[in-house]
Nanobody, 122 residues
Framework: QVQLVESGGGMVQVGGSLRLSCVASGVIFSNYVMGWFRQAPGKEREFVANIRWTDGRAYYADSVKGRFTMLRTNAQNTVALQMNNLKPEDTAVYYC???????????????WGQGTQVTVSP
């Protein structure tokens, strides 16, 4: 069983920055990846980014590439999502998730966090 706890959400103006964190506890397999997803009101949940525990290689959705950076700290089982140059369309509930790479890429990870709200105001 894995528990994921997010923090760092809030409200920011357009062009501002926020940093989300996710702490993972429990049994975490080395072949798992950590991912961030988001869900805006009235929309389906979408992939944002993921990162491999093994080498820290990260992948991003086109909509956030160049603005968001995902980092991991293996010793603390923590990942972060640094979000810069935020836009109103980034407003959503952001979820941390983990599972195998295939499952995370398919949007069906094994474990989800409770979510944290990010609001970008004009």
């Amino acid at each position: 069983q894995v528990q994921l706890v997010e923090s760092g959400g809030g409200m920011v103006q357009v062009g501002g920055s926020l940093r989300l964190s996710c702490v993972a506890s429990g049994v975490i397999f080395s072949n798992y990846v950590m991912g961030w997803f988001r869900q805006a009101p009235g929309k389906e949940r979408e992939f944002v980014a993921n990162i491999r525990w093994t080498d820290g290689r990260a992948y991003y959705a086109d909509s956030v590439k160049g603005r968001f950076t995902m980092l991991r700290t293996n010793a603390q089982n923590t990942v972060a999502l640094q979000m810069n140059n935020l836009k109103p369309e980034d407003t959503a509930v952001y979820y941390c998730a983990t599972g195998t790479a295939l499952k995370v890429q398919a949007g069906t990870p094994d474990y989800w966090g409770q979510g944290t709200q990010v609001t970008v105001s004009p």
